[in-house]
């Protein structure tokens, strides 16, 4: 399995497509903020628009993607101006498994957009979308592979929202959680604002990521990281950080603290045993990285999240 896979199965992640949304000329359609542990994401299908997270302001082309980890409120800005040069809100049509959003007053579709949100877990979820950008935005418009691809998923997706028939919500979520995987994967390109560690451009860099996640608990010393990466040492860090936009001691605290939340609600292991699976020799120092990390404590951790008798 790939570390992307991995991860995303480890995050016990679950996809929701909550709009299908139609939207004409100068419309503004506001997004509140999600709950905790949600992520939502938009994807572009036709036309262009801008997406506004606080400050930060983008541009979209067919083929974006747009996820938001901090689950931050948003707003979709379409061109030009609407009726009588006011700007345009929208208005919602339930269905059977999402919501279809139109502009107000009919407007003819100058964007096509999905929008839905991932679901994720406490530990190794909330460690995942913690360490990416925020937000994400990457473009499978650039290459003619992934945007074959996209093309492929959008009208599978469009398929189904059409249809909006028994299954439709299973098939839909798969394909969210597909169109996740690809953003994961997808190494940083000229609309990506910042590192997607989970796509180390580096072959050398991605081995030694992958050698971290596969086993946190080893003694992964950076010169022993350097010799898999087939790098001197000054090289493989600067490359790391590069390609991951972290540090080697953080991103292995990420990767032992993510073994250790699976640990902890999956096993019987205690906590000292954990502690000393992923890496650490002391459970103290273990309990205190769980808890800057995840805000509290491992025992607690546990009892709350435990799998046990779901």
Do not use: N
């Amino acid at each position: 399995m790939d570390s992307v896979s991995r991860l995303l199965r480890l995050a016990r992640l679950r996809a929701d497509l909550d709009k299908h949304c139609l939207l004409g000329a100068g419309t503004r359609m506001e997004v509140p903020a999600h709950g905790e542990l949600e992520a939502p994401f938009h994807v572009l299908l036709e036309g262009t628009c801008r997406l506004q997270v606080g400050t930060v302001l983008l541009d979209l082309r067919p083929g974006d993607v747009v996820m938001i980890p901090s689950g931050a409120p948003h707003r979709v800005i379409t061109d030009g101006q609407g009726g009588e040069g006011g700007e345009v809100g929208t208005a919602e049509t339930a269905g059977d498994v999402f919501v279809t959003t139109r502009s107000e007053h009919g407007a003819e579709p100058v964007i096509d957009l999905f929008c839905g949100h991932y679901t994720f877990d406490a530990g190794t979820g909330s460690l995942l979308f913690a360490s990416l950008p925020d937000p994400v935005h990457v473009s499978f418009g650039q290459s003619a592979e992934s945007d074959e691809v996209l093309r492929m998923l959008s009208a599978l997706m469009r398929g189904e929202a059409r249809r909006e028939g028994e299954g439709t919500a299973a098939i839909l979520s798969a394909l969210c959680t597909v169109l996740l995987a690809m953003v994961l994967r997808t190494a940083r390109g000229d609309t990506t604002r910042s590192t997607l560690w989970t796509a180390a451009a580096d072959g050398r860099i991605a081995s030694a990521v992958a050698g971290m996640l596969d086993d946190p608990g080893a003694d992964w010393t950076i010169e022993r990281l350097s010799r898999t990466a087939g790098m001197s040492r000054a090289t493989f860090l600067r490359h790391f950080t590069r390609d991951t936009g972290t540090t080697v001691g953080a991103f292995l605290t990420r990767a032992r603290l993510m073994a250790a939340a699976e640990l902890l609600t999956a096993t019987d292991a205690t906590v000292a045993s954990v502690a000393g699976q992923v890496g650490y020799y002391s459970e103290s120092a273990f309990s205190r990285a769980f808890r800057a990390h995840l805000g509290t404590t491992p025992a607690r951790f546990r009892r709350e999240h435990s799998l046990r008798g779901v």
